[in-house]
């Protein structure tokens, strides 16, 4: 059956290089398998970029379709590293830096390192927390202090594993380079590559003496405490990066990324839709038909709010520039106020007889 490669990427015919390029880092982000995507949905993506990523094999898919690849354009065989069929023959040179972190991904599911200029850095895992903050806080912004206990760089050796002082000598394994060099079969062909050294882990040297303070792992466990700046606009659910102040992985490694998870609390007298603050005024029936200035509520603290002469209950008011600042660009969302009558439960026995008076009156 013949296969649609523009619509398999979600791309127009007349889609440009970098329109493919952009189609298939998402889609494969997306459909990684090792990320629970579909292995059916990653082989079909990495087969339509391979064809329509190429010029030549575009115009030759234009002009016939994609029985021009099967049962022999590609090999037709079991290739593609074990998801059977399509891409046995294909040798061609794949740039893994111009696909960006996505060589990495695809490198790392095929067994090689070295999808950015060769060395791999071994990575630590993030961590995610969450802040619970008021909503005035998530208004108006705040300083927050979160406290971690985690895995940080020694403060010893500082993650080099070696003891304060101790000789360091010449990695034999790699011979000072730091790297190997590591032939893996991808559904790229097979492609080789220089991959971090798994005798100095990249470093070029090695210890004599390990770090007695961390036995040369390069690691310690600390609680660490961070100082949030949250900011004015954020809305629940929301996350903040801290790069690089996620869990360290070891002697040679680098340190994942942080995520602090912002959760808002609920408000009494506010809730939240965008950017736009929502809020009920409770107004007094006379001040509804006769009209007048009350108080109310804002997230800024009290304001006033004018009441025109025959205001009826439900109506809903807009003040400009009254609810959330935006994340990214200027300005602030409104604030819409539900006009409610206002219904005592008691009254007095003047107020009866006033109310009693214009009850005859028809009002």
């Known amino acids: 059956m013949s296969k649609d490669?523009?619509?398999?990427?979600?791309?127009?015919?007349?889609?440009?290089?970098?329109?493919?390029?952009?189609?298939?880092?998402?889609?494969?982000?997306?459909?990684?398998?090792?990320?629970?995507?579909?292995?059916?949905?990653?082989?079909?993506?990495?087969?339509?970029?391979?064809?329509?990523?190429?010029?030549?094999?575009?115009?030759?898919?234009?002009?016939?379709?994609?029985?021009?690849?099967?049962?022999?354009?590609?090999?037709?065989?079991?290739?593609?590293?074990?998801?059977?069929?399509?891409?046995?023959?294909?040798?061609?040179?794949?740039?893994?830096?111009?696909?960006?972190?996505?060589?990495?991904?695809?490198?790392?599911?095929?067994?090689?390192?070295?999808g950015r200029g060769g060395q791999r850095v071994k990575r630590g895992r993030d961590i995610e927390t969450e802040l619970i903050i008021d909503f005035l806080e998530a208004a108006h912004g705040a300083k927050k202090q979160i406290k971690l206990y985690k895995n940080s760089v020694c403060s010893v050796c500082q993650g080099t594993g070696a003891e304060p002082g101790s000789k360091m000598e010449t990695c034999k394994t790699c011979n000072g380079k730091g790297q190997v060099q590591k032939t893996a079969r991808t559904i790229f062909g097979a492609i080789q590559s220089a991959v971090t050294c798994p005798e100095c882990q990249g470093q070029g040297q090695r210890r004599t003496v390990d770090c007695k303070h961390c036995s040369g792992a390069g690691i310690e466990k600390v609680t660490k405490e961070y100082s949030i700046d949250v900011p004015a606009g954020i809305d629940d659910g929301e996350a903040l990066k801290l790069n690089g102040e996620g869990e360290y992985p070891g002697v040679g490694g680098k340190a994942g990324d942080l995520f602090v998870r912002i959760r808002v609390k609920a408000h009494p007298g506010f809730s939240r839709e965008g950017q736009n603050v929502l809020s009920t005024a409770e107004i007094p029936y006379s001040t509804l038909q006769l009209g007048g200035e009350v108080t109310i509520d804002t997230v800024d603290g009290p304001g006033s709010l004018k009441i025109p002469e025959g205001t009826q209950s439900g109506t809903v008011f807009k003040l400009h520039g009254k609810g959330f600042p935006y994340l990214r660009g200027h300005g602030r969302g409104d604030q819409l106020v539900t006009i409610q009558a206002k219904v005592e439960k008691k009254i007095s026995r003047e107020q009866k007889k006033a109310l009693e008076e214009l009850k005859k009156t028809g009002l």
Do not use: C, W
């Open 5 to 114: 490669y523009y619509k398999i990427l979600g791309v127009e015919k007349t889609a440009s290089d970098d329109e493919l390029k952009k189609a298939f880092r998402r889609l494969a982000h997306e459909h990684h398998p090792d990320k629970g995507g579909d292995q059916q949905k990653f082989k079909d993506i990495n087969e339509a970029y391979q064809v329509l990523g190429d010029k030549e094999k575009r115009a030759k898919y234009d002009r016939f379709g994609s029985a021009a690849f099967e049962q022999g354009g590609f090999g037709g065989g079991q290739g593609f590293g074990g998801f059977g069929g399509g891409f046995q023959d294909f040798q061609g040179g794949v740039n893994f830096e111009d696909l960006g972190d996505l060589g990495d991904i695809l490198g790392g599911m095929f067994g090689f390192e070295g």
